[in-house]
């Protein structure tokens, strides 16, 4: 039968916040002091409902001597909240604690903040290192959320609860408040994982040693250029170096740089401060850390091997790149019209270009042209046959080359100034055409030195 609100004594409050009311409570069926958290949840929509109640039932499962223990769950319909039953923490939390050394000016023992140090890496190891490789996030790691029992024990509670709660405004929240213990991660909002609860548990370390948070600023602003940044000043001289070289490494500003869990447990400063059964248990532990590595080892094996398949794939489009470069060049060899030899007085085509050789025969011979006056090949040219010199004195731009039409001027006189006009205007013609194999010419050089820089880039990629 599920619990009721009818099974419980409320005693008295102990605190609010932004999830809603801690309450001591006493269980009527046998008188067990515990607490209840209050939350109101008629304002979340469906989905964030399933998500609390998947949270908490998930937060149920964690059991562990270092972590708060939840009992129960009741959910009153005609209020719309719900009431989580924990465990009852006797030594309050360390925040308490933390502003009770500051008001009395003394400091902690070191032996005391190895310990919560130890018992906090065992909870947290229990929540990263879930069967099932399912990692439980802290996400809200700080003194206020570090609980003690009667012996001093540390308690880990309130695993992110105001994250799953409100969900889209989580981080609003969180940031409105005091981000003493927000990793860089977080203050980039980029994606985090299990090495922000890294940072945030040296945050609290040094907290505990030096009675205030490494990064504090004027406003949020500097503070969060400030954690970024990543310097803090040491802990106080009276504690020692390997305390302090534990804070330092859990301190990086690089997440890949810090520390997991297992490495922390593992390290040898932190050993000798494990009880005895954990020691003995820490060769376990050891195993299975090397297992770990190996798997981590073929994987990384086998990335290797996909990236050299890619790599000689690359290697094969490059040559193939390559040849036709190769080709490309042959091509543009072929092509080459630098073979054009500039006489004084005629001008001869080794390879001749299309555009001068309109409306001649394959099989006719070359035709040398001639500049002089009067061509002696041409000499008695036939004035009613040829049907382009006829064009050309009948052209309306003749006269401007001097050209005569007059009727009295004698016939012999006309042909040789007809004949003269003739070979001017195929002067002109044959410097356009040379002028635009000059330039197609240059066009198919550059583009062979073109083709020479990617033949060589291509060779370079190889």
């Known amino acids: 039968m599920p619990a009721s609100l009818d099974d419980y004594d409320v005693i008295c409050t102990i605190g609010s916040g932004s999830y809603g009311t801690c309450k001591k409570i006493r269980r009527r069926s046998d008188g067990k002091v515990l607490v209840w958290k209050e939350i109101e949840y008629g304002t979340m929509s469906e989905t964030e409902k399933q998500m609390l109640v998947s949270e908490v039932n998930l937060l149920r499962e964690l059991k562990h001597k270092h972590i708060v223990r939840y009992y129960d769950r009741i959910i009153d319909r005609i209020s719309t909240k719900i009431y989580i039953v924990m465990e009852y923490c ?37 929540c990263h290192r879930r069967k099932g490789g399912r990692a439980v996030l802290h996400r809200d790691l700080k003194p206020a959320n570090v609980f003690l029992d009667a012996s001093n024990n540390v308690k880990l509670g309130d695993f992110g609860l105001a994250r799953v709660l409100h969900h889209e405004t989580s981080f609003a929240k969180t940031f409105v408040g005091t981000p003493y213990y927000m990793s860089p991660e977080q203050m980039n909002y980029m994606s985090y994982n299990e090495k922000s609860d890294i940072w945030s548990l040296g945050c609290m370390v040094y907290e505990l040693c030096s009675l205030h ?16 940044i990543g310097r803090f000043s040491r802990i106080p001289r009276q504690y020692s170096d390997d305390l302090s070289s534990i804070v330092d490494c859990m301190l990086k500003v690089d997440g890949d740089r810090r520390p997991t869990i297992d490495e922390l447990l ?15 248990a820490g060769t376990g532990d050891k195993e299975s850390s090397l297992r770990r590595r190996e798997k981590m080892l073929d994987k990384r094996e086998k990335e290797l091997d996909s990236r050299e398949k890619s790599i000689a794939l690359k290697e094969k489009l490059a040559e193939e790149k390559l040849s036709r470069a190769e080709a490309l060049m042959r091509d543009c060899k072929l092509k080459n019209i630098d073979s054009i030899a500039y006489r004084d ?26 500049f ?16 382009e010199l006829l064009a050309v004195k009948n052209k309306p731009s003749i006269p401007k ?18 004949n003269y006009a003739h070979d001017y205007l195929k002067r002109l013609e044959l410097r356009d055409r040379l002028k635009k194999a000059k330039e197609r010419s240059k066009y198919l050089r550059d583009a062979e030195i073109e083709s020479r820089i990617r033949s060589r880039q291509l060779l370079g990629m190889r």
């Not at 360390?94 to 919560?116: G, V």
């Open 401 to 418: 080359y001097n050209v005569r039409q007059d009727s009295d001027v004698g016939n012999g006189q006309f042909d040789a100034r007809r």
């Open 90 to 126: 006797e030594g309050g939390d360390l925040a308490t604690l933390i502003s009770k050394c500051r008001r009395e000016n003394r400091y902690l023992d070191e032996s005391m903040i190895w310990k919560i140090l130890v018992q906090v890496l065992q909870a947290l190891k229990e």
């Open 213 to 228: 948070p490494p990064f504090t600023a004027a406003n949020q602003k500097d503070l969060a250029v400030r954690i970024k």
């Open 266 to 280: 593992d390290n040898s400063l932190v050993i000798p401060k494990l009880p005895n059964d954990q020691r003995r």
């Open 372 to 387: 002089s006056f009067i061509d002696q090949e041409n000499s008695e040219p036939d004035l009613e046959s040829d049907t």
């Open 345 to 370: 007085t005629d001008i001869e085509y080794k390879i001749l270009p299309p555009c001068l050789v309109h409306n001649r025969k394959e099989d006719s011979p070359k035709k040398q042209v001639t």
